[in-house]
């Protein structure tokens, strides 16, 4: 087992009508002034906003709204979040939202608290954040899992970059996660949702280490992510589904999944890159490379993705490569019942040679980076699994 640090502050409330609680929760911290940062309108139409606005009213605690966080959120969008932040003297931050919402108000925390750095700083890594606004988060939707991970991930529009940054300074004080927020969430929300859940869990799985305990848990939360995310996508207000969904997001993405092993994450890197060039969901951008990626490394450890097939899918066959390729099937179709696409003619159309390789060079930051652990993969490999994706 590798060495690791393990570390998880995040307190949770956890289930239905917490969210009427928000003003005790948030109160705690005997704010000044609290912005409310949000996304493109989903909790102004669920009535949402309006009732954690008078909890808090009624609490007498101040705020100041923030909206307008949109899917694969911007470093734009946070500077002018930051700058409302200091203009406003707000000294504590609540998301409301998804990983969109959520990762945007952790770029305007450490904004607030920074004035004089330019933020994009810390996600390139010229500068390390060392202080921070407090945060908090009401999950909306389970996904990304940003409500309880040290990663924030922003789009600089200017350069084109999509990048993340990892500091436990980005861990949240407090999620409240009522899986009831979730039921106004459409179909192709929760597929996208579903899909990032798994990869969050496989990309931790798939790297060069077993560790029977956490591959375990790995296995069963696959299973159950794949059992409920079924039942989610045909009734969005099954809350034992929901419920089982929002605690798999939240598990799947503070590292308790990847305990000891070395995390490979290749397949995000390639998904990013599809989201900066086309603004692809994430959760599709995932779905579209999966296959793809696992059909040109399995063959680095076939036993890996056969103990995968037999103990997530229960595929029988005892044949290593046999079973392996039958569980990347498998992958492939369920995410194609989530309405995901697994290749780019599903979501992009067929691109051009000339594009792939503009995508392997900006996904090797032009050659000079190698992503993955299970099959380390360079500017070359990158381009060959554009290539298959690419049908
Ligand atoms: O913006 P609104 O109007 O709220 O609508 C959102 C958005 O259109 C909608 N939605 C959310 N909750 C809803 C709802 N609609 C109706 N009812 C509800 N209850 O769903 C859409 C997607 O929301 P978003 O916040 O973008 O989803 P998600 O949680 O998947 O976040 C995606 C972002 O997180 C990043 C992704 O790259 C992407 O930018 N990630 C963040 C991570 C982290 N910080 O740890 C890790 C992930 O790997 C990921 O990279
Ligand atoms: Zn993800």
């Given amino acids: 087992m590798h060495s690791f640090t393990y570390y998880t502050p995040t307190r949770i409330y956890f289930g239905k009508d917490t969210v009427d609680n928000i003003a005790e929760y948030v109160g705690k911290y005997l704010p000044e002034n609290v912005m409310i940062v949000y996304g493109g309108g989903s909790i102004v139409r669920s009535g949402l906003l309006e009732k954690i606005e008078k909890l808090l009213s009624d609490a007498g605690i101040k705020y100041t709204e923030f909206g307008g966080a949109r899917p694969n959120p911007t470093l734009e969008h946070a500077y002018e979040g930051i700058k409302l932040g200091i203009e406003k003297g707000v000294d504590f931050i609540l998301a409301v939202g998804g990983g969109s919402a959520i990762d945007t108000a952790k770029g305007i925390c450490h904004g607030i608290a920074n004035p004089d750095t330019d933020i994009w700083d810390y996600w390139i890594g010229t500068k390390q954040v060392e202080k921070t606004l407090p945060l908090g988060c009401v999950l909306t939707i389970p996904a990304a899992g940003s409500e309880m991970s040290h990663s924030s ?88 589904a929901m419920s089982e969904l929002m605690w798999a997001g939240s598990l799947s993405h503070n590292n308790l999944t990847g305990l000891g092993g070395i995390n490979d ?9 599809i989201t900066v060039k086309y603004d692809t969901a994430h959760g599709a951008s995932l779905a579209t490379i999966w296959s793809s990626w696992a059909r040109y490394v399995y063959d680095a450890k076939p036993s890996r993705f056969a103990r995968f097939a037999r103990n997530v899918w229960g595929i029988t066959e005892t044949d290593d490569n046999k079973a392996a390729i039958m569980g990347i099937q498998a992958t492939e179709d369920y995410f194609k019942s989530l309405g995901m696409p697994v290749c780019f003619s599903d979501v992009i159309g067929i691109k ?40």
């Fill in 153 to 240: 991930v922003l789009t600089n529009m200017a350069v084109h970059s999509k990048r993340g940054l990892t500091t436990d300074l980005n861990r949240p004080l407090f999620a409240v996660m009522d899986p009831t927020l979730t039921y106004t969430l459409p179909v192709y929300q929760i597929g996208c949702g579903v899909t990032d859940i798994m990869m969050h869990t496989m990309d931790r799985y798939f790297n060069p280490l077993e560790n029977e305990l956490t591959d375990a848990i790995a296995e069963a939360l696959l299973r159950t992510v794949i059992k409920f995310g079924t039942v989610a996508i045909k009734n969005s207000h099954d809350y034992e």
């Fill in 265 to 273: 994450f290749a397949p995000h890197q390639l998904g990013h890159e």
């Fill in 352 to 391: 051009d040679d000339s594009v792939l390789k503009e995508m392997a060079t900006g996904c090797s930051r032009g050659g000079t980076r190698t992503i993955g652990s299970f099959k380390v993969l360079d500017e070359n490999d990158i381009y060959e699994i554009y290539k298959i994706a690419n049908r």
